[in-house]
């Protein structure tokens, strides 16, 4: 079956700009978390959907929020875009809640964000 | 928050060397997740150790997991120029009334042919 689908791939924005990202998970996975990966903080846990709620939130400003739709896909928005935004944002779906014991997580290839 | 720490931050072998990687971690864990990312790609999910196991083996790849010192080990062996990638290990932290899977920062693996 599928797996992980991120859109875009690739996109450059402009600082102040916002962007949406969008992430289709394995079909029957009902878990979507996200990633923002850097070389200067490497992967770091943005939040997690389950069932098109909120289930887990990392450590970011307000301005990185998500949404998760009755078929599971999901999409997340950073509104405001700053410099250091720039990062490599990767989606993860799994069929129960990622932190749960024995869960497997599978990632798509992420969407590369360049902000200028 | 870091929950896991990789060491080395970098290993470069010669191919058919093996690789040791090193994750220590701060709290207490029901599991210890391993994964890999080609440059600039998704992860991959390797293996999965339950803290009850000490050691755990998937064809070229060997898990340790020590819980007492907090720390957990991958050995690849045989290494291929194909097993060149960043290997990160995950557990789950609860933090603040949340839990989260986070990952450590990896170590880079270059296998020279």
């Known amino acids: 079956k599928a797996g992980v689908t991120q859109t875009p791939r690739y996109l450059i924005k402009t600082r102040g700009q916002q962007v949406t990202l969008s992430c289709s998970p394995i079909?029957?996975?009902?878990?979507v978390s996200w990633y923002q990966q850097t070389p200067g903080q490497g992967l770091q846990f943005l939040f997690e959907y389950f069932s098109e709620t909120q289930r887990n939130k990392g450590n970011f400003p307000g301005r990185f929020s998500g949404r998760q739709f009755s078929n599971s896909r999901s999409e997340m928005n950073v509104s405001t875009l700053e410099l250091g935004d720039s990062a490599l944002y990767l989606c993860a779906s799994s069929l129960a809640v990622s932190s749960s014991s024995g869960n497997t997580i599978y990632f798509g290839e992420g969407s590369w964000l360049t902000v200028v | 928050s870091q929950q896991g720490e990789e060491d080395p931050q970098a290993l470069s072998i010669q191919e058919g060397e093996n690789a040791t990687m090193n994750c220590s971690y701060k709290t207490s864990i029901n599991n210890l997740q391993w994964y890999r990312q080609n440059s600039g790609r998704g992860l991959v999910h390797l293996i999965l150790i339950r803290s009850n196991e000490r050691e755990k083996h998937s064809g070229r790849l060997r898990v340790t997991l020590d819980t007492s010192k907090k720390s957990s080990s991958l050995l690849i062996t045989a290494s291929r120029a194909a097993d060149t990638a960043s290997y990160f290990c995950?557990?789950?932290?609860?933090?603040?009334?949340?839990?989260?899977?986070?990952f450590g920062k990896g170590t880079k693996l270059t296998v020279n042919p």
């Open positions: 079909s029957g996975h009902r878990s």
């Open positions: 995950a557990t789950v932290l609860r933090e603040g009334g949340s839990e989260k899977l986070v």
